[in-house]
């Protein structure tokens, strides 16, 4: 037992790839007990890879190309790929698998007996997929009458689009992110590259189900909750909503400036493939940019007197500051502005962001060992609380890791019943042979 | 509702602090704002505006992020404003603020001195870099939280400058977190008996995020290089493609292949050995004679909504990329009814996104919309704080309220 704020409440999961495995990180991260449900006799493509079968060739030829879903440890997928695959260890630390066949009675009844014990149940399939496995609501409280359930659709467990099957890219098309964002010169064809909606699914599933929580305990009872990837996502596209609302106005993409701000953008430094983002709030730190830059004439030049001359002339002025920023390395230009309360940015990549001095100095990223894939950093819970010290604890579970504590300790199953389901395709910690 | 007995003194501005409080006051909780008198939060600045007119009271940025809080004035420069925030802090159970670390303690208001007042309050600081570490002070918005914390640097197109998300993704995402933790901190007073002080730093809500950030700092740490902006569509039957009359995500490669090919209707590709195994599904020749020879001329004979039905028909995941029009027109979103008439005394009836998620016994509800500027002085001041209508009356020209 932790002493963290969410230790004693209990989630069983039914989560898929992304938004689901996000919110109980954060419940895992701060207390929550985590029990991830998995099958040995399906593998859906994505959450542990793509197949439970990968072959060298292949992992060979995810190195050439660097497509980074096949990434495996030391490009070697090993026995049991599964437990291998950079998405998973790297979104679902924090909770504990054990291994159940839903699609049999047997298998729903032991998941009804899990579901007495616990106080969320949470899961973000295709509603279909829980209609075929006779899993409803209904279904649940008459397993425990009081339960938090909450169900994480694209689009809904009612209207048109319920059963479409979507990811977090997806659903950042059709909320209006993807046509916001990107170069203005370049075909929308070459977006479609960010998951935006995910992690800010993730994040209110977790609000989401702390209130319902919170008031179970003051009222003694529970609720559904239906929160979609895609609706949740809406509040954050609410500029250029309101402004059609407003306006009637479409908004389509900026790229990297702003609508108050200018100079706003990134920009070419020192070296390979090494950038520094700037953004100039004011007329003031205008003048405190051009001292910086050594630039009296920029500083009286009537192109850029105020915000709006700049707003007008925005390509000249990049092109002027790109002049600069060249001959500088991105931290020598964060530091040099920041100093002087100007804001910038260096473009960090996958690993100098691992190396920053404020990260390091904060001690966000945590290291944590795993069997099968090594220690490697990962990154801390999402704040820090000045009362209640909280460091990562486990690293993601190997398929069926804990299903002895599950089955006998929770439920009370004995060895010989154990052993009886280990026979008939419940318990493992190995795909079915015949899974792809 | 769901967080009706929780008491929350507001004293944020922008938008990660407000969608924050917004997350409470949407599911029940009482919360106070407390604005500067000169001009209020700097997001009434912002647009978008009716007809594009400013007007402080009429920013369409500022209605959204503060329904259901009372709005309060007081200069919290003005040395007498002191006690009164702190007769606030003992009314309630959390504050939250988003001002530059620096602050609160240089007006005498640090968590320890609001602690004193409230042994059992709960402070949610929510900041650009933390409270602490050597970029504590410095400045930063929503594309530099990106830039330096999330997955920029491997997003937009090989040979040219990273691209951000659009709009104010990770300042939404960092409201949404700490709200998130405000919970987690009840929880655990509960547990303790006393509050504390969370430390929500929106550059790490940037590297926390589950975009691509926390994967790819996995791989790289296995491989020892990171990810590459490349172009969009690196497999077989995956890639954002151009409709009739717009474009569609569609991620039909892989494992979903088969479903694919059955969706063109063009089954001799099954046995085609340039997209049948796995191997050549990879190969950058392939992946264009598929993606622009086959697929994407069959796209551009669907309109964006009917290939969207098609591809769900044969269970692909995909969809297509809507603009506010589209959205805002979709019968699917507007059947479920995520759309919110809003009444507000200035900006008159609007359509707001509305709830986030559907809790079935506490649902989402707008009590009331955002304040005007010190449009609940009186209410607080008078009726809860027990100032007297002279004393209130007074307060404009000490520049308090």
Same mark, same amino acid.
């Given at each position: 037992?932790?002493?963290?704020?969410?230790?004693?409440?209990?989630?069983?999961?039914?989560?898929?790839?992304?938004?689901?495995?996000?919110?109980?990180?954060?419940?895992?991260?701060?207390?929550?007990?985590?029990?991830?449900?998995?099958?040995?006799?399906?593998? !859906?493509?994505?959450?542990?890879?793509?197949?439970a079968?990968?072959?060298?060739?292949?992992?060979?030829?995810?190195?050439?190309?660097?497509?980074?879903?096949?990434?495996?440890?030391?490009?070697? /997928?090993?026995?049991?790929?599964?437990?291998?695959?950079?998405?998973?260890?790297?979104?679902?630390?924090?909770?504990?698998?054990?291994?159940?066949?839903?699609?049999?009675?047997?298998?729903?009844?032991?998941?009804?007996?899990?579901?007495?014990?616990?106080?969320?149940?949470?899961?973000?399939?295709?509603?279909?997929?829980?209609?075929?496995?006779?899993?409803?609501?209904?279904?649940?409280?008459?397993?425990?009458?009081?339960?938090?359930?909450?169900?994480?659709?694209?689009?809904?467990?009612?209207?048109?689009?319920?059963?479409?099957?979507?990811?977090?890219?997806?659903?950042?098309?059709?909320?209006?992110?993807?046509?916001?964002?990107?170069? +203005?010169?370049?075909?929308?064809?070459?977006?479609?590259?960010?998951?935006?909606?995910?992690?800010?699914?993730? =994040?209110?599933?977790?609000?989401?189900?702390?209130?319902?929580?919170?008031?179970?305990?003051?009222?003694?009872?529970?609720?559904?909750?239906?929160?979609?990837?895609s609706?949740?996502?809406?509040?954050?596209m609410?500029?250029?909503?309101?402004?059609?609302?407003?306006?009637?106005?479409?908004?389509g993409?900026?790229?990297?400036?702003?609508?108050?701000?200018?100079?706003?953008?990134?920009?070419?430094?020192?070296?390979?493939?090494?950038?520094?983002?700037?953004?100039? =709030?004011?007329?003031?730190?205008?003048?405190?940019?051009?001292?910086?830059?050594?630039?009296?004439?920029?500083?009286?030049?009537?192109?850029?007197?105020?915000?709006?001359?700049?707003?007008?002339?925005?390509?000249?002025?990049?092109?002027?500051? *790109?002049?600069?920023?060249?001959?500088?390395?991105?931290?020598?230009?964060?530091?040099?502005?920041?100093?002087?309360?100007?804001?910038?940015?260096?473009?960090?990549?996958?690993?100098?962001?691992?190396?920053?001095?404020?990260?390091?100095?904060?001690? &966000?990223?945590?290291e944590?060992?795993?069997?099968?894939?090594?220690?490697?950093?990962?990154?801390?819970?999402?704040?820090?609380?000045?009362?209640?010290?909280?460091?990562?604890?486990?690293?993601?579970?190997?398929?069926?890791?804990?299903?002895?504590?599950?089955?006998?300790?929770?439920?009370?199953?004995t060895?010989?019943?154990?052993?009886?389901?280990?026979?008939?395709?419940h318990?493992?910690?190995?795909?079915?042979?015949?899974?792809? | 509702?769901?967080?009706?007995?929780?008491?929350?003194?507001?004293?944020?501005? =922008?938008?990660?602090?407000?969608?924050?409080?917004?997350?409470?006051?949407?599911?029940?909780?009482?919360?106070i *704002?407390?604005?500067?008198?000169?001009?209020?939060?700097?997001?009434?600045?912002?647009?978008?505006?009716?007809?594009?007119?400013?007007?402080?009271?009429?920013?369409?940025?500022?209605?959204?992020?503060?329904?259901?809080?009372?709005?309060?004035?007081?200069?919290?420069?003005?040395?007498?404003?002191?006690?009164?925030?702190?007769?606030?802090?003992?009314?309630?159970?959390?504050?939250?603020?988003?001002?530059? +670390?620096?602050?609160?303690?240089?007006?005498?208001?640090?968590?320890?001195?609001?602690?004193?007042?409230?042994?059992?309050?709960?402070?949610?600081?929510?900041?650009? &870099?933390?409270?602490?570490?050597?970029?504590?002070?410095?400045?930063?918005?929503?594309?530099i939280?990106?830039?330096?914390?999330?997955?920029?640097?491997s997003?937009?197109?090989?040979?040219?400058?990273?691209? *951000?998300?659009?709009?104010?993704?990770?300042?939404?995402q960092?409201?949404?977190?700490?709200?998130? /933790?405000?919970?987690?901190?009840?929880?655990? @007073?509960?547990?303790?008996?006393?509050?504390?002080?969370?430390?929500?730093?929106?550059?790490?809500?940037?590297?926390?995020?589950?975009?691509?950030?926390?994967?790819?700092?996995?791989?790289?740490?296995?491989i020892?290089?990171?990810?590459?902006?490349?172009?969009?569509?690196?497999?077989?039957?995956t =890639?954002?493609?151009?409709?009739?009359?717009?474009?569609?995500?569609f991620?039909?490669?892989?494992?979903?292949?088969?479903?694919?090919?059955?969706?063109?209707? !063009?089954?001799?590709?099954?046995?085609?050995?340039?997209?049948s195994?796995?191997?050549?599904?990879?190969?950058?020749?392939?992946?264009?004679?598929?993606?622009?020879?086959?697929?994407?001329?069959?796209?551009? !004979?669907?309109?964006? @909504?009917?290939?969207?039905?098609?591809? !769900?028909?044969?269970?692909?995941?995909?969809g297509?990329?809507?603009?506010?029009?589209?959205?805002?027109?979709?019968?699917?979103?507007?059947?479920?009814?995520?759309?919110?008439?809003?009444?507000?005394?200035?900006?008159?009836?609007?359509e707001?996104?509305?709830?986030?998620?559907?809790?079935?016994?506490?649902?989402?509800?707008? @009590?009331?919309?955002?304040?005007?500027?010190g449009?609940?002085?009186?209410?607080?001041?008078?009726?809860?704080?027990g100032?007297?209508?002279?004393?209130?009356?007074?307060?404009?020209?000490?520049?308090?309220i």
């Amino acid at each position: 037992m932790s002493n963290l704020p969410l230790d004693g409440i209990r989630i069983v999961e039914l989560t898929q790839i992304a938004a689901g495995p996000y919110a109980t990180q954060y419940l895992g991260d701060w207390g929550a007990e985590v029990i991830r449900l998995e099958n040995l006799q399906t593998m !859906q493509p994505g959450t542990r890879g793509q197949y439970a079968k990968v072959s060298q060739d292949l992992v060979d030829q995810a190195r050439a190309t660097l497509a980074q879903g096949f990434i495996f440890p030391n490009w070697e /997928a090993g026995p049991r790929p599964w437990n291998r695959f950079t998405q998973f260890t790297a979104t679902a630390r924090s909770r504990l698998s054990m291994t159940v066949n839903l699609r049999t009675p047997e298998g729903l009844d032991i998941l009804g007996k899990l579901l007495e014990t616990a106080d969320v149940f949470i899961e973000n399939n295709v509603p279909e997929t829980l209609a075929k496995l006779g899993i409803s609501y209904e279904w649940v409280t008459q397993n425990n009458p009081n339960i938090v359930m909450i169900r994480m659709p694209a689009f809904g467990l009612t209207g048109p689009y319920s059963n479409y099957r979507c990811l977090g890219l997806h659903v950042d098309g059709t909320v209006g992110h993807h046509h916001i964002k990107g170069y +203005p010169d370049v075909d929308p064809s070459m977006r479609g590259d960010t998951v935006a909606a995910d992690a800010a699914a993730g =994040g209110s599933a977790a609000f989401a189900i702390l209130s319902a929580i919170w008031y179970r305990n003051r009222t003694g009872k529970g609720q559904m909750i239906e929160l979609c990837l895609s609706e949740n996502f809406i509040p954050v596209m609410a500029e250029p909503i309101m402004d059609y609302n407003m306006n009637q106005r479409i908004r389509g993409t900026i790229g990297n400036r702003d609508y108050y701000m200018a100079p706003h953008g990134v920009y070419p430094c020192n070296g390979q493939d090494n950038w520094v983002a700037i953004a100039v =709030g004011s007329d003031k730190e205008w003048q405190t940019f051009c001292k910086i830059m050594d630039n009296a004439d920029l500083a009286e030049d009537e192109r850029f007197r105020d915000t709006i001359s700049r707003l007008k002339n925005q390509d000249e002025l990049d092109e002027i500051i *790109k002049l600069w920023t060249v001959h500088f390395t991105p931290n020598q230009v964060f530091i040099m502005l920041q100093t002087e309360g100007v804001a910038a940015g260096p473009l960090l990549d996958d690993l100098e962001i691992l190396k920053d001095k404020h990260m390091v100095e904060r001690g &966000f990223y945590q290291e944590l060992p795993h069997e099968e894939v090594g220690t490697l950093k990962y990154h801390g819970p999402g704040w820090s609380m000045s009362k209640t010290p909280n460091k990562l604890r486990i690293a993601a579970p190997l398929l069926g890791e804990h299903n002895e504590y599950v089955y006998k300790e929770i439920l009370g199953f004995t060895d010989e019943e154990y052993k009886r389901l280990e026979d008939e395709g419940h318990i493992g910690m190995d795909m079915m042979p015949n899974v792809p | 509702m769901a967080l009706e007995d929780i008491n929350v003194l507001d004293l944020t501005h =922008g938008i990660a602090g407000p969608y924050c409080t917004k997350m409470l006051a949407d599911y029940g909780a009482n919360v106070i *704002k407390l604005e500067r008198p000169d001009g209020g939060d700097f997001s009434r600045k912002l647009g978008p505006f009716p007809d594009d007119v400013p007007d402080i009271e009429k920013s369409g940025l500022f209605l959204l992020l503060n329904t259901n809080k009372r709005g309060i004035t007081l200069n919290l420069k003005n040395s007498a404003a002191r006690n009164m925030v702190l007769e606030l802090v003992k009314e309630v159970d959390v504050v939250v603020e988003n001002f530059s +670390p620096s602050f609160l303690p240089s007006i005498d208001l640090s968590y320890q001195e609001l602690a004193n007042a409230n042994p059992k309050l709960i402070l949610v600081s929510i900041s650009n &870099f933390g409270q602490t570490g050597p970029y504590r002070d410095y400045k930063a918005d929503d594309m530099i939280a990106y830039a330096m914390g999330g997955a920029m640097h491997s997003k937009g197109l090989p040979g040219r400058e990273p691209m *951000k998300y659009g709009t104010h993704v990770i300042l939404y995402q960092s409201g949404i977190v700490g709200a998130l /933790a405000t919970m987690t901190a009840l929880f655990a @007073r509960e547990k303790n008996g006393y509050g504390e002080h969370v430390d929500l730093s929106i550059f790490e809500t940037a590297a926390h995020s589950r975009d691509a950030r926390s994967p790819d700092v996995i791989a790289a740490q296995f491989i020892n290089a990171v990810k590459p902006r490349r172009t969009p569509g690196s497999t077989v039957g995956t =890639g954002t493609f151009p409709c009739r009359d717009g474009y569609i995500v569609f991620s039909g490669g892989g494992a979903r292949l088969p479903q694919t090919i059955a969706m063109i209707g !063009q089954p001799e590709m099954l046995t085609d050995p340039r997209f049948s195994t796995r191997s050549a599904q990879l190969d950058p020749e392939n992946i264009i004679a598929f993606n622009h020879g086959i697929l994407m001329p069959w796209f551009m !004979q669907h309109t964006m @909504r009917d290939a969207w039905a098609k591809a !769900q028909e044969h269970h692909i995941i995909s969809g297509p990329i809507f603009n506010s029009h589209d959205l805002l027109s979709d019968g699917h979103f507007r059947g479920r009814g995520v759309w919110e008439n809003i009444e507000h005394p200035a900006a008159g009836t609007l359509e707001y996104p509305g709830r986030p998620f559907i809790m079935e016994k506490t649902p989402w509800q707008i @009590r009331r919309p955002a304040p005007l500027l010190g449009q609940h002085n009186h209410e607080i001041y008078c009726d809860m704080l027990g100032y007297s209508l002279a004393d209130v009356a007074n307060m404009p020209s000490q520049s308090m309220i």
